[in-house]
């Protein structure tokens, strides 16, 4: 009796771990990387409005902290 509680116990447990895994994987929420070569407007734009710009002055970081404690998936380029 007590191994069939317990393995039925398992059997939710690893159905459950299974399911979340499956909703939060990286691979299926990240986009697909269009090419290896970027666009000269992507390179601007990253370069204009990316995390290293970001992280580099203190209202730069001040964005990226409204957007952390807002809740934006993407927080920046």
Do not use: Y
């Amino acid at each position: 009796m007590f191994t069939g509680i317990l393995q039925k116990t398992f059997t939710v447990v690893s159905t459950l771990a299974f399911r979340e895994a499956h909703v939060f994987n990286r691979a299926i929420l990240k986009p697909k990387v269009r090419c290896h070569f970027p666009k000269p407007r992507e390179v601007k734009r990253i370069n204009v409005h990316g995390w290293d710009k970001r992280m580099s002055t203190p209202e730069g970081r001040r964005v990226l902290m409204r957007r952390i404690l807002k809740g934006r998936h993407n927080i920046s380029h």
